[in-house]
């Protein structure tokens, strides 16, 4: 009778164990920045398209020529497309953005490849509100930021790149450019 109980009990010891995993790690695209700009701007983001690849909560790398790979324990923080909004607003409101702009993304490729690059080719169109809702500029910006082995470089890379971004929608925002900007 002492035998099955401790094979039963072994047997779910064995099962817990198994059933473990490694913790998840939540990462966001709105670096940590020193003090908060003030501004008086309005942005009003209408929509942001991501490619139906990445468009989960989980990391998406990509492997080789053709590959992908979700990655189970790296998560975004939140979507990935509520993690681009939050943070091209907040580097919105930090370039000082003095106007009411509406803004429409169209993310065409958001690449990850660990130890290699982070790239975001997007599709962007701003129009100034309060103008009869003109449209200013509708442009194309494809960024490439080189990134260290581990996720957490990739994502540095990414937060550079969405940094860049806002910076060229903030240049065409003011009109210090005909046409569209170039990102930096």
């Known amino acids: 009778m002492v035998f099955p109980l401790k094979i039963t009990l072994v047997t779910a010891l064995l099962l817990l164990a198994a059933c473990s995993s490694d913790p998840i790690h939540f990462h966001t695209l709105t670096p940590v920045q020193p003090g908060v700009a003030s501004s008086s701007a309005e ?6 398209t991501v490619p139906p ?8 790398i990509r492997q080789g020529n053709a590959g992908l790979a979700i990655l189970e ?8 497309v509520d993690e681009l909004r939050s943070a091209l607003v907040d580097q919105l409101v ?7 702009v509406s803004l429409r993304l169209d993310v065409q490729r958001f690449d ?5 690059y982070a790239l975001i080719d997007v599709r962007w169109r701003l129009r100034s509100l309060g103008n009869g809702d003109t449209a200013m500029v509708n442009c194309r910006s494809t960024l490439q ?3 260290g082995p581990s996720i957490d470089d990739l994502v540095v890379a ?8 806002a910076a060229a929608i903030s240049q065409a925002a003011t009109g210090a ?3 569209c900007p170039s990102a930096q």
Not at 73 to 80: P, R
Not at 112 to 116: E, K
Not at 158 to 165: A, F, I, T
């Open 43 to 48: 942005i009003q983001i209408e929509a942001i």
């Open 53 to 60: 690849q990445v468009d989960r909560p989980q990391i998406v």
């Open 73 to 80: 324990t790296e998560w975004w923080g939140a979507s990935l």
């Open 94 to 100: 930090n370039n000082n953005l003095q106007r009411r």
């Open 112 to 116: 990850s490849i660990p130890g290699q």
């Open 145 to 147: 930021t080189a990134s």
């Open 158 to 165: 990414h937060q550079s790149n969405v940094k860049r971004l």
């Open 177 to 179: 450019s005909r046409g």
